[in-house]
């Protein structure tokens, strides 16, 4: 497996238990062995080495390998578009995904795509997976994982330490529901992503 240094985020982000990180690329991220290389080995370093891993208590979580496999999987329902060349990564604490792009790259780096289902929108960051975790999560992390907000929503619920866990609409917002806290809660990660996205698809 190849190493690779990622220290900023290293230096900030809780590891998940040991026990939950598999050895073994093909076994763990079977959706990687598709992809080229350096980018496919690359991206698989780095999930064996951050897999379940958070940031900024709970707001930004690095996917293990079957949530990336599930999450994938579902965002692709949605996204058709991006088969073939998305793998997902990482969510943040509103259920927003992010996925390595294979269809460019940055220095042998796919680059990072961020796709929200209550909206339908994919945004390329244009950043390489290794500046998103290295300079954007570091220094941009209060605008792009809205940490005011994530803070207010600590004030009466635990941090999200479950990688597959997010916070989304109780009545989503294709419902009529309200974009505040107070319609808001946690629920499985998966779970949201399809109801809320069979719910856009039927409107």
Same mark, same amino acid.
């Given at each position: 497996?190849? %190493?690779?240094?990622?220290?900023?985020?290293? #230096?900030?982000?809780?590891? #998940?238990?040991?026990?939950?990180?598999?050895?073994?690329? $093909?076994?763990?991220?079977?959706?990687?062995?598709?992809?080229?290389?350096?980018?496919?080995?690359?991206?698989?370093?780095?999930?064996?080495?951050?897999?379940?891993? %958070?940031?900024?208590?709970?707001?930004?979580?690095?996917?293990?390998?079957?949530?990336?496999?599930?999450?994938?999987?579902?965002?692709? @329902?949605?996204?058709?578009?991006?088969? &073939?060349?998305?793998?997902?990564?990482?969510?943040?604490?509103?259920?927003?995904?992010?996925? #390595?792009?294979?269809?460019?790259?940055?220095?042998?780096?796919? *680059?990072?795509? $961020?796709?929200?289902?209550?909206?339908?929108? $994919?945004?390329?960051?244009?950043?390489?997976?290794?500046?998103?975790?290295?300079?954007?999560?570091?220094?941009? #992390? $209060?605008?792009?994982? !809205?940490?005011?907000?994530?803070? =207010?929503?600590? @004030? =009466?619920?635990?941090?999200?330490?479950?990688?597959?866990?997010?916070? &989304?609409?109780?009545?989503?917002?294709?419902?009529?529901?309200?974009? =505040?806290?107070? !319609?808001? @809660?946690?629920?499985?990660?998966?779970?949201?992503?399809?109801? *809320?996205?069979?719910?856009?698809? =039927?409107?």
């Amino acid at each position: 497996m190849l %190493t690779v240094s990622f220290p900023r985020l290293q #230096a900030s982000i809780r590891p #998940a238990n040991a026990d939950a990180v598999e050895d073994g690329l $093909a076994e763990t991220f079977p959706l990687l062995p598709r992809y080229p290389e350096p980018a496919r080995q690359r991206l698989g370093s780095f999930l064996t080495t951050f897999s379940g891993g %958070t940031l900024h208590d709970g707001a930004y979580a690095v996917l293990d390998g079957t949530t990336t496999q599930a999450l994938t999987e579902t965002c692709l @329902e949605f996204f058709p578009a991006f088969r &073939g060349h998305l793998v997902v990564f990482g969510r943040d604490w509103l259920g927003s995904l992010y996925a #390595a792009d294979f269809s460019r790259d940055v220095n042998g780096w796919p *680059t990072v795509l $961020a796709l929200n289902i209550d909206f339908r929108d $994919a945004m390329d960051t244009r950043l390489a997976l290794t500046d998103f975790h290295e300079t954007a999560l570091v220094d941009d #992390a $209060a605008a792009i994982l !809205n940490l005011d907000l994530y803070r =207010s929503w600590l @004030e =009466s619920h635990p941090p999200l330490r479950d990688a597959g866990r997010a916070v &989304g609409y109780r009545i989503p917002l294709a419902l009529g529901g309200e974009d =505040s806290l107070s !319609n808001m @809660e946690e629920s499985d990660l998966d779970v949201y992503w399809q109801l *809320t996205g069979q719910i856009g698809q =039927s409107r």
